[in-house]
């Protein structure tokens, strides 16, 4: 046991060491909430037998025998969804300076872990209690559900763990796509206190409305019923995009981003690849995220919806790169890779309704909402969005809610835009967009000012100029010793 | 409404500020045809309902209960297919020097969406129409199609938009094969055009002939029919290493590659990790490349493929690997990974009628060839191919459809080789092999002629001595004042 | 034919160049061996026709519909556990020096080329010939199969070949899980025959006893009948981290590890985003390797068994880095990516056994194993594991062993642990824990040792001192006079 000697004593030190008194009280507060979890989850779970009715899925396959394929394709889309992490990785660590690397790729790591955990924990019976999606997670209403905390209860059955996995992985995206705006100032201990709030509150709450069966699900207006987000344009990217607009507002602009006069500087990236490598991998993600969205392979329209999901993509990455070859007579890559991205937020939400054409003109169109949203949130609102992540999720996802209420064409689900000489579905969209920017407006400016006043937002100006990589990590992400650089320094004197 | 306006101005700018009056003209031709490409995709294209007869695939699903299964396994190596995009980026980034990075990585993101445009646009209705496949796509006849242009028209049903996926991302792996060979000193615009030729027309005429059911697949010499090329040996990698060929042939080879006597210099990558990374990612991809060419689930013999094209990439791999170690000495991984690359290319023909003992010979069979190609592209023709697509693509897919007709066991679809004592398969392979060159040769000269008159295909002198990541696209890859730089430095001055 | 000539021609002259005799025997040695296999696989091979009994796998499907399925999620989730490789890559290659990165990617692609190579061969028939669980494939006992070598042999059909591609890519991984601790000193060419060894020989013969229908999965304590390791704790990770620590003991430290008084030095790696990009990748190739599992999608349990995956994943990530912020006061990563890897280690033997908030447990309870075993490695038994393989999958995997006795809940499968009130398994983890220490200690140890005296194992000093990338391969990682290191440099002398 003397292994595990060195495993208790400095929890107390810890304790007994924080640099204030307010330092030592988050330190204690932080390690009761982590003991009374996990004492909550042991004790008061053992006893209830998860999965008691239908353990092996034997039932669920007797009752539906098309169960195996409908879950295998759930599941690798899952993959495929959570796999995007690595993507948002790889594209704001290309977007940003070397010395903030081990910070940044610790946010893109740990904030899907806490945020899963927080969903795990609250998010998915806040979302989805009460939704008659589930039975046995009966308790909730319209606006939010309380049953299913902790993944526990006799109520789940391989069918419903299946769907918390689906919608763990699409909570988690939301969460990470904030790291990029706030990168290079925001503190990780302030960070990773967010992921834990977008996970288990702001989200799903949100979400529970619209994917549900809350209120913005079952409101109709002019024939149409049910606000639409099929793969999560609003659900996921403009939340995400949202939350990071405020936390990037409240954590205030880099050291050196604007002038005096208010006019911005370009702060460039350090690894261009890494840029595209990003891009890359969140594009094949997508390939999970729209079409997995079926929840069921006997859906065949999966096939549509990969198609315009790859339409919308390369026709905002063209038009994208031409667009500014066109303003700068320089291919910008980085314009190609954000209007491929603006292009998949945005049928991500009309992925399903619409024809291949609409799918085309949906991601060109997106491009001018990502130009739009740059300039005002750069310009106008003169907030520090380190590697553009509002343009393309909020821009983008306002433009998806919209393009579903214009685009749809009455061949699924009876979803019918203006094209169709409907107008009710355009109405419902507006107010989706309405509630979203209320309700994730309201809560994560309440959530950065809180976690402002306690756990605290920002690096000192200190850490700052010298990246965060050293103080609040004690690890450069490219150490100098190493040959690459002793090459680097042998060429020189030579 | 104000921050669309910088969207529209500097478009008139743009037309009017050619450095000549032939720049001029091409800034109107794109511009026009871009405007009418959306045009005609909009106007034309509203009425029709696309998916008219069957949006959700109901009725697919009624015929045919395994279709679920079926798309399922299509789309998702489908993705895998898509996602070896990457790998070529990666590889041939890895290949060549820092300075042209930017350059290359936006080839190898561009080029898959403009070729998939134009696939989309032109190509898919020329290879498959008035192939049988698909009922409703009727026009066409041996050589060429002529219906289903733009995904449009009421004959499109999910069945079909699935197989437009599969194949568009096919037409996708040829355009970037080029990528890497004209690599350093092709212009990025020079290099897009191409992309779009090669998507739109080049690949998709070659392609009909034996995948849309043109002459080579109806064919008949000494009883057997039909030219084989399971999953594109011939389709995608001979045509994509031969257009290879031609464009580094044409744009000619990098400054310092030849010595004044025609001997060959070896011009060093940046990045060896990338070179291993990228092969790691197409080998993954061909999991997708070659089991997904089932395009069923259904047909059992997938698992086969799958071994059989395992098989053939390690054992290419290993005898490369230690085929180069006994001649130098030195392991040279470049050699491993290139020589798994061409036996995975080699098995792509052959992949589903051989068994797995042939599959280990022809992927270590696939070396000579490699070995043999790399010399006469060297040092006979004296082209410079920068990262050495053609070996591996072009002397691997000529390998891989000979191999067909040597080793086919006459176990699946009645395909016999020389080992089961049958000489007319390998005949119609020899006939597909001359077919294949005649055409993309002839065609891609021409292309290549017409780009380099028009557009131009050589970035100039000054360009390529600094690198084309500044003058053509104003971003360097990995920019010097980044901290891993500077530590570099501080490192040198302690 | 003239191309061919440069193939023939060195073999004799490397036979005979060799720069001692015993040298000179291990080429002839080498060269022999090859021609034999592939003498034998052609020749004796040709004549059985693999596959005959049922080629393309129609009867298969007639007698099981549910076949397409089953076999497009085990192929598919094999893919998966494949793409695994390049995470080990890219995390043993960050924590590791830039001098040593070409010899580490060597080892990290062909490690897997050769010991599926061997599998092929040997392996496959070792570990499941006499199983009976695939008819045909008869001989062999509790201990050691002895049929189906080479994927040989009338019994093989589609289903058996899909078995052995799910088989292969698990041998693969144990084989390369040894890379990271033996890297910056261990001689490549016995690397590569260490691969050859695990997975023709060492995995397979304990595989057979626990996967194989051996004497493991039979025996009967208390009620409980056979050791269970779902997805491979102890068949992969405790085999791959045991053979690591032997092989890391037995080639010594890294010059500059230890200190004279025993005490150890930390040598960082060069890059640390790629620490935390091969967790990504390992993390999504889990999903392959645990859900997959089951080898059919008509087992519903694969939801319980990802999510589990996913929370073990979590909850060993979050705790270890909160663990070091107490212990250090920084934001640790690598011990973040260490805590997520161990807790999956750990989950994979009882991810189909334990209800979701036992994965939580199990995941956070394996980081003081990580923490214990580093301890012992480094402290007691002054080894040096470079890259902390042997915490990771040795430690975890005896923790998941050992879950699987303490947390089974009986609702699958009938595994019953301490939970339920049940001994028996626990007393049947623990005779799979020494069964396999005893074999994977003995047999790794005479493997290593054998190597040692006539390949060799160890670089010389000279060759560890400059890194292995030039003398061993020829080949820089990052050639010093790319443009970013002349950026460096100019940047200096700015």
């Known amino acids: 046991m003397k292994a595990f000697g060195p495993i208790i004593e400095p929890i107390s030190t810890w304790l007994n060491s924080g640099s204030s008194r307010r330092d030592a009280w988050i330190r204690r507060g932080l390690l009761i909430t982590l003991m009374a979890m996990l004492l909550f989850a042991t004790f008061w779970l053992v006893p209830a037998r998860v999965l008691a009715a239908d353990p092996t899925g034997a039932d669920t396959l007797k009752d539906n025998p098309n169960m195996p394929v409908n879950m295998a394709w759930t599941l690798i889309t899952g993959f495929l969804v959570w796999f995007m992490q690595l993507g948002f990785a790889f594209l704001g660590a290309g977007l940003i300076r070397s010395k903030n690397q081990t910070n940044y790729w610790t946010k893109s790591f740990m904030d899907f872990c806490i945020a899963s955990l927080g969903f795990w924990a609250f998010g998915f019976a806040l979302m989805f209690g009460g939704s008659k999606l589930f039975p046995g997670l009966d308790d909730g209403n319209s606006f939010v559900g309380f049953s299913g905390f902790f993944l526990s209860g006799s109520a789940y059955d391989v069918s419903t763990i299946m769907m918390w996995f689906f919608q763990m992985v699409f909570a988690a995206t939301a969460a990470t796509i904030v790291a990029g705006a ?105 390939f999970g995220f729209n079409p997995g969205s079926t929840l069921a392979a006997t859906d065949l329209r999966i096939s549509v919806i990969a198609v315009n999901t790859f339409l919308a993509g390369v026709a905002g990455a063209v038009v994208a790169l031409y667009w500014t070859f066109v303003r700068t007579g320089k291919m910008d890559i980085i314009a190609g890779c954000n209007g491929c991205l603006v292009g998949l937020v945005a049928i991500t939400a009309p992925c399903a309704f619409v024809p291949p054409w609409a799918a085309v003109l949906i991601g060109a169109i997106a491009v001018p909402f990502l130009v739009a949203t740059a300039t005002i949130v750069e310009r106008v609102l003169k907030v520090d969005d380190a590697v553009g992540a509002v343009p393309v999720h909020f821009g983008g996802g306002l433009w998806g809610l919209l393009a579903v209420g214009i685009f749809a064409d009455g061949t699924y689900l009876d979803v019918k835009g203006l094209i169709t000489g409907e107008g009710g579905q355009l109405l419902l969209q507006l107010i989706d967009i309405g509630a979203l920017v209320a309700w994730v407006g309201a809560t994560m400016s309440v959530a950065f000012w809180v976690i402002k006043k306690t756990i605290g937002l920002r690096a000192s100006r200190e850490e700052e100029l010298s990246g965060l990589d050293v103080p609040e990590h004690g690890i450069e992400a490219y150490p100098a010793q190493t040959p690459v650089l002793a090459g680097a320094a042998e060429t020189d004197k030579a």
Do not use: C, Q
Not at 231 to 253: D, N, R
Not at 257 to 282: A, E, R, W
């Open 182 to 286: 706030v990168a290079e100032r925001m503190k990780i201990t302030g960070y990773l206190a967010y992921a834990f709030v977008i996970g288990a509150l702001v989200y799903p709450i949100y979400g529970k409305w619209i994917w549900g069966g809350g209120w913005l699900s079952t409101l109709s207006i002019a024939g149409a019923t049910g606000a639409r987000d099929f793969a999560g344009s609003g659900v996921v990217h403009m939340v995400g995009g949202l939350a990071a607009l405020i936390g990037a507002a409240m954590v205030g602009p880099r050291i050196g981003k604007f002038n005096k006069d208010g006019s911005p500087n370009n702060i460039k990236g350090h690894n261009l690849p890494f840029v595209v490598i990003g891009t890359f991998i969140l594009f094949f993600g997508w």
